[in-house]
């Protein structure tokens, strides 16, 4: 999916949920909420790979557990029974290489690359509450994704940057409230499949090198599966 038809189809969900809101003289059931997630990395983007450094060819893989941060603006409607709530929901994740990986960056005295995924939703919460402490809910959105890797290399190696990249995003997930103001979900997202590429001054700069034999005369472009499995933990007001 493109860039613009991916922000032109996120605005339109954002547009249809926001409309959801209803009055404002309803103002009690809107809700805010803000995340704390912690994240395991699944697909492409778990997948184990040893060499310094990754290049285009590799970037995108190798990560392990991250965290992340979190907000939700949503607005509750009782349906007699339970509670549906649309909602708009924004993250901040990050990720970094596995630990050995890792090392062998700091032995060569590389920047090694982390990555930042910022992934945007609208949605909708089911939730339905049994006791006055336990409430479970459902949940289901669509959106996009945002990654962004940071740079590698340095010192005797051209510093590689990375393109930002946009995907299809979605994401379900099953919980529940502890009481009225804290929940704990698990929850599965797919960030898409992620163009891989180089900045164009990254590419310039490795014309003729080994590396971009390796990296880019290969495989102009690589395709990356981004996905995540969390635990999120939210507090609600």
Same mark, same amino acid.
Request: hydrophobic share 40%.
């Given at each position: ?40 990395? *699944? ?5 184990? *790979?040893? !060499? #310094?450094?990754? #290049? ?38 990050? !990720? ?53 890797? #940071? ?20 994401? *379900? ?54 996905? *995540? ?9």
């Amino acid at each position: 999916m493109s860039k613009s038809n991916t922000i032109k189809s996120l605005c339109l969900l954002a547009a249809f949920v926001l409309a959801g809101f209803g009055a404002k003289a309803q103002f009690s059931h809107f809700e805010q909420s803000f995340y704390f997630n912690a994240n395991l990395p *699944v697909s492409d983007f778990a997948t184990n *790979v040893d !060499n #310094t450094p990754m #290049t285009q060819y590799y970037a995108g893989s190798d990560a392990i557990i991250g965290i992340g941060l979190g907000y939700r603006a949503s607005y509750r409607f009782d349906v007699g029974f339970g509670e549906v709530s649309p909602y708009v929901h924004a993250d901040f994740q990050w !990720n970094a290489l596995r630990g050995d990986h890792r090392d062998a960056y700091t032995l060569t005295g590389y920047s090694k690359p982390n990555y930042l995924n910022v992934p945007i939703y609208a949605g909708f919460n089911y939730r339905y509450e049994i006791t006055d402490i336990f409430t479970p809910f459902i949940e289901f959105g669509l959106g996009a994704d945002f990654l962004k890797i #940071t740079k590698e290399g340095g010192n005797d190696l051209p510093a590689m940057k990375y393109k930002m990249s946009g995907a299809f995003a979605w994401q *379900v997930g099953a919980g529940t409230f502890f009481g009225k103001h804290v929940s704990a979900g698990l929850h599965f997202s797919g960030y898409g499949k992620h163009t891989i590429q180089y900045k164009s001054s990254t590419a310039d700069a490795l014309q003729g090198t080994t590396l971009q034999a390796i990296s880019s005369n290969v495989l102009p472009e690589q395709l990356r599966s981004i996905g *995540v499995l969390s635990l999120r933990i939210g507090v609600h007001f």
